[in-house]
């Protein structure tokens, strides 16, 4: 399983647009990347999935360069309900583990 | 609503008593998860269980007893517990076994263990 690392925290103002990187420097070929969000006392919601180049849907952008070593999540114009703890996972086709690491706690600010 | 249901949402027991946490998907999946959640701590994959056979185990303890009687319904039946165990646990469900499959969790029950 792919190890991952991304920041402990972050801030941002409301309205702000936030990228969170996360680094997966042993990514294999068939890994996708996948993003959760989780509010307190909750359960992990989905994000966003992907496997190279850009993917976007209604909620974030997911943005993998060439390499695929590292991914960044994009949140545009963030809101105060936006608060939550971001996870990156990587995994591969074939796997039925998700690996969770401590994820990054971003809390959005008025 | 996510459509995983997790009863009860609290709980809280002594460390004899035996009780029983219940998960339910309402999504048509084939796979389905125990993960625990302690305080300042990543999730921690428990058991896996895809078409009603448990397909992994992660060194849990025997105190957890976890049961599928079928693709929409799991169980984790707690007997004997330490106050360590004393964490939020989560039941999650995806389409099949892999990791491509999207999870999708349950609000959880948080327990305490006096």
């Known amino acids: 399983l792919a190890k991952t690392t991304q920041p402990i925290s972050m801030d941002s103002y409301e309205g702000q647009e936030v990228n969170i990187t996360c680094s997966h420097n042993n990514i294999a070929t068939n890994d996708y990347i996948t993003w959760y969000q989780q509010f307190p006392s909750q359960g992990p919601r989905f994000i966003i999935q992907?496997?190279?180049t850009k993917v976007t849907n209604e909620v974030a952008s997911l943005f993998i360069p060439a390499d695929r070593k590292s991914s960044t999540l994009s949140l545009p114009r963030v809101s105060l309900s936006d608060t939550a703890v971001y996870y990156c996972?990587?995994?591969?086709?074939?796997?039925?583990?998700?690996?969770f690491g401590k994820g990054t706690k971003l809390s959005v600010i008025p | 609503e996510t459509g995983v249901t997790q009863t009860p949402r609290h709980l809280v027991m002594g460390m004899t008593n035996k009780k029983s946490l219940k998960c339910e998907q309402h999504?048509?999946?084939?796979?389905m998860y125990w993960y625990k959640q302690s305080a300042k701590k990543p999730l921690e994959l428990m058991f896996v269980y895809n078409f009603k056979e448990q397909t992994e185990n992660n060194s849990v303890p025997s105190r957890f007893s976890p049961e599928c009687p079928n693709s929409s319904h799991l169980f984790l039946h707690l007997h004997t517990l330490q106050p360590e165990d004393s964490a939020l646990y989560l039941c999650a469900s995806s389409p099949n076994q892999g990791a491509r499959n999207i999870q999708y969790f349950g609000a959880g029950t948080r327990l305490s263990v006096l």
């Open positions: 992907g496997y190279k």
């Open positions: 996972l990587v995994s591969g086709a074939g796997s039925y583990q998700l690996t």
């Open positions: 999504l048509g999946h084939n796979a």
